[in-house]
């Protein structure tokens, strides 16, 4: 029923947008000047038609409910119902009207029953009708406006700018939600654990926090030495810097072959064969790492006599670092592309050799977005969750070598999130910790980068 | 005396041709202008001088260009020393995105024409003077040349140009971005730099070939029609395209 109302509120903007232009047009066949174009008061009258009606269509969906729920209710107040013996109520209620309910059936229930599928037809008939009276009333109200001294395009720019202001607003307001929902889980976690212990404590071993029966009251003592982070930040930025050391190197040496050195056609081959590497999973990655890099590195590790265990962060990080190359790649060579032939031509003119050019005057010019492209590379690291998880093991070792297994914190919070949680656990509020930590430590990278690229971009142009 | 002597050049955008047969001779220590409409290859041709078409992967160069009894065009020709020789000024303003001290210090830097930091101060200061900008510029030599208003970038450009004391320079439309002052500052400048150096000037503008230089060479779809003392062109050519384009009639 809402989908048929949907559609034809959307069918008959249609309609309108055609007889708005079509009135348009026959204004302007008695030789009477439009202030806009006929196609204007088209959009000007489907505005009109379709925007007051989805106002009234949502704000019903989200009232309605609501008030059905307080008019059934309102027979059972006075009663000493508590507010969860209500809820249940209204619940036992709904699904009896829908046939679903195989409780007790009671007198009261049944004619509750009765009184909630009578309530819902009278809501969605009323609303039936005031949908199209608002349409009808909006139509003409706006077929009415439709003359060669009155203005369209204004309201048609307007309508337009408030629709890309809320799909702007869309994203922030998600980006907020996800922060506040860390924040709680987060600062409830530190209830428990303190600060001091998470940031420097050197064991994290969430397993131990499962041997609480949930029936006993929290005890924070008996997490002392369980929730210590160090270990597996420490193996986060260990595992990113050696993507970063792969990845940085070979990606802007590879971006900068394609942009400057690289023939037209050699570009057009390389750059999509590179771009490919981007295309493939990351479980993909994640077993190349576990079954092919990682006992290979262990075989050479035998061989010359160091030990070497099968699952290293080594494997992990080069893995991750040639999962990076694309990205480096792809957006340096797109920078180094866009800074403008003058600035070559000015220094090739010098006689400055290309190797020149490209280091004291192309490179320079293209760093904030060199800069960029190696920030989204470290970001990608830090977050990359499936390799680390399959080719470098769970255990969080404290250890800078890279031959030795570490973890990381999202695998940890995989590791945590896995299987049986309870909420108010805080084993799992142990993951929003990490995830609101992490959050923060990337945050303050980005803008630390981003000061330091202000500081030194040159500036052509 | 003749500084640069071209023979038979011809010139290849890939299939097109876009040089035929140039046969031109340059005049040390004086200004050549290069006149002609818009593609007719003027531009093309200064780019041969220092063989910027290098750059461009479809461009090939046939023929002889004989500077200081050496062809250019010769496999054994040194791009890197040949541009030091033969410095080139564009159409628009283009400085580095650095500052108007690392602009000038570039090519002494990478010709390694510096011993020392006092030494290269000289050098900045020699050549922005002697491109009538050091007063103006003196106090902010640590500012970046892109701040700079756009006659004072082509004068930035000029300076960069001389800093490696090359023998010819190539000018390649430099006032065409320009308002009239900037131009005339420019065009003071070409008078006073031709005592030290040669100077060839592609220009689209005939006043400024009259005013600045003392030979001219006119170019048409790709052919050199006429060439000799501007006194000559302007007053009293030979070929009747020649008087056309000067006089107005098409171009």
């Known amino acids: 029923m809402n989908l048929v109302i949907f559609i034809f509120i959307v069918l008959l903007g249609f309609t309108s947008y055609y007889f708005g232009r079509k009135k348009a047009y026959s204004i302007q066949a008695t030789n009477t000047r439009l202030t806009a174009l006929p196609q204007f008061y088209g959009y000007y009258l489907a505005i009109w038609c379709a925007i007051p009606a989805f106002i009234i269509y949502s704000l019903w969906a989200i009232f309605e409910p ?35 309910f195989s409780g007790e059936i009671t007198t009261y229930l049944e004619t509750s029953a009765e009184k909630y599928l009578n309530l819902r037809s009278i809501a969605q008939n009323s609303k039936v009708v005031l949908i199209l009276a608002i349409i009808i009333a909006s139509i003409v109200y706006g077929y009415k406006r439709i003359s060669s001294n009155n203005r369209t395009r204004e309201p048609v720019e307007k309508f337009l700018n408030a629709v890309l202001f809320t799909a702007s607003l869309a994203a922030i307001l998600t980006t907020i939600g996800i922060v506040f929902s860390l924040i709680f889980q987060t600062i409830d976690f530190f209830k428990v654990i303190p600060l001091f212990d998470f940031i420097f404590g050197t064991h994290w071993y969430p397993a131990k926090a499962f041997v609480r029966d949930a029936s006993e009251p929290l005890d924070p003592s008996m997490y002392s030495d369980t929730f210590g982070a160090v270990p597996i930040f420490a193996g986060t930025f260990f595992i990113a810097l050696i993507a970063m050391c792969v990845a940085i190197p070979i990606g802007l040496m590879s971006g900068i072959y394609l942009a400057e050195y690289a023939s037209t056609k050699v570009r057009q081959y390389a750059k999509p064969l590179i771009e490919i590497l981007a295309g493939i999973p990351t479980v993909v990655y994640g077993f190349f790492a576990a079954l092919t890099v990682g006992p290979f590195l262990k075989d050479i590790g035998t061989a010359m006599g160091l030990e070497v265990s099968a699952e290293s962060a080594l494997a992990a990080g080069g893995v991750m670092g040639i999962m990076i190359i694309p990205f480096i790649s792809s957006l340096s060579d797109d920078v180094i592309t866009s800074v403008p032939q003058s600035l070559r031509d000015g220094s090739y003119a010098m006689g400055a050799t290309k190797s020149e050019t490209i280091k004291k005057v192309i490179f320079p010019a293209a760093l904030p977005g060199i800069v960029g492209s190696i920030l989204l590379g470290v970001s990608r690291a830090v977050g990359e969750t499936m390799i680390v998880v399959m080719a470098s093991g769970l255990a969080a070792n404290l250890t800078f070598n890279p031959l030795e297994s570490t973890s990381t914190i999202t695998a940890q919070i995989v590791v945590i999130l896995i299987g049986d949680q309870a909420f108010g656990d805080p084993k799992t509020q142990a993951a929003f910790a990490l995830g609101m930590t992490l959050f923060l430590v990337t945050l303050s990278l980005n803008i630390f980068a981003l000061r330091v690229v202000k ?7 | 005396m003749i500084k640069i002597n071209s023979k038979n050049v011809d010139v290849f955008y890939g299939k097109k041709q876009a040089l035929f047969n140039i046969n031109l001779d340059i005049e040390e220590n004086q200004v050549t202008a290069l006149i002609g409409p818009s593609g007719c290859g003027k531009s093309t041709f200064l780019r041969c001088l220092n063989r910027m078409n290098d750059v461009i992967d479809i461009c090939r160069v046939k023929g002889q260009i004989i500077i ?96 490696v004391k090359p023998e010819v320079i190539l000018m390649d439309e430099p006032c065409s971005a320009l308002d009239p002052i900037a131009t005339a500052q420019i065009e003071e400048l070409i008078d006073e730099l031709k005592k030290d150096h040669t100077i060839i000037i592609v220009t689209h503008s005939m006043a400024q070939a009259a005013r600045v230089s003392q030979n001219t060479g006119f170019f048409h779809l790709g052919e050199l029609i006429e060439h000799g003392s501007t006194d000559k062109i302007f007053k009293n050519p030979e070929n009747k395209r020649t008087q056309d384009y000067i006089t107005g009639r098409f171009g």
């Not at chain 2, 003196?138 to 970046?144: F, M, S, T």
């Open chain 1, 66 to 100: 609501s008030i059905v729920k307080l008019i059934i209710l309102s027979d059972y107040s006075n009663q000493g119902y508590l507010d969860d013996e209500l809820n249940l109520i209204y619940e036992k209620t709904k699904s009896l009207s829908r046939g679903q």
């Open chain 2, 68 to 163: 200081n009894d050496f062809d250019i065009n010769d496999k054994s020709c040194d791009v890197v020393r040949l541009r030091e020789k033969i410095g080139m000024v564009f159409q628009k303003p283009n400085p580095f995105p650095k500052t108007i001290y690392e602009n000038i210090s570039y090519g002494p830097t990478i010709h390694g024409m510096a011993q020392s930091k006092n030494e290269m101060d000289e050098i900045v200061e020699n050549s922005l003077k002697k491109a009538a900008l050091w007063e103006e510029v003196k106090d902010r030599l640590h500012e970046p040349g892109t701040g700079l208003s756009g006659g004072q970038q082509q004068r930035l450009c000029i300076a960069r140009a001389i800093s």
């Open chain 1, 455 to 461: 500081k030194y971009r040159e500036k052509y142009e």
